[in-house]
């Protein structure tokens, strides 16, 4: 079968196209839960307040984070170096998460109808790794650190403490390639617990 011939097979069966359409959906959540956290926390740690509904960028965190490059989430992947929390191949990574993503929002169409793209999954894996990498630095560095009622963890428990993003993205990988199957058990569960409380 020729590429385009195979293309056109791509496209038109039902079930490659629908999982196509979870995939690229999955990935631009996920991208976006990472946005949260890469983006999110060092803004949220110079926070300088709102005004008009929006934040105001504070004096420090122009300085230290939004000066390392003109775009944001370059800045941000920067800052985080910086702190020790991601390594330059974790970088590298970040850099292609962020291409394809936009691959996945403004060229859907090649993504879907030609075998020569198709969305990658390694890269949604490697949100999934590198959310809970930023997420656990910044617990232990920064949430643990600064909170003096926290109770003394074990080595062990720091490195396994995670976000709710994190661990809900981790949770839907499976259905990128087609198993449900975590999910389906998990909402069973859920419906058991409902009608029990109803009951």
């Known amino acids: 079968m020729n590429s385009t011939s ?15 359409f979870v995939q690229a959906g999955l990935f631009l959540a996920a991208f976006e839960m990472l946005k949260q956290s890469l983006i999110g926390k060092p803004r ?11 934040h105001i960028v504070s004096p420090d965190y122009q300085e230290k984070v939004l000066s390392l490059s003109k775009h944001k989430y370059e800045a941000s992947v920067r800052w985080w170096q910086q702190q020790g929390a991601i390594d330059d191949g974790d970088a590298t990574r970040l850099a292609e998460i962020r291409e394809h993503r936009d691959m996945i929002a403004h060229e859907m169409p090649k993504l879907i109808g030609t075998v020569e793209h198709s969305i990658r999954l390694d890269l949604l ?3 999934s790794e590198l959310l809970a990498k930023i997420d656990n630095w910044w617990i232990v560095n920064v949430e643990i650190a600064i909170d003096a009622d926290v109770p003394d963890y074990t080595d062990e428990q ?30 069973q569960m859920w419906i058991e617990h409902q009608n029990k409380n109803e009951g």
């Not at 056109?8 to 490659?16: A, T």
């Open 6 to 20: 195979a293309s056109w097979d791509k496209f038109l069966n039902p079930d490659v196209l629908k999982q196509n």
């Open 44 to 54: 949220d740690f110079f926070w300088n307040g709102f005004k008009d509904g929006k």
């Open 125 to 127: 894996y490697g949100i």
């Open 158 to 187: 720091l490195k396994e403490a995670n976000s709710m993003n994190a661990i809900f993205i981790e949770m839907i990988l499976p259905i990128a390639e087609g198993d449900d199957s975590k999910m389906r058990s998990l909402y």
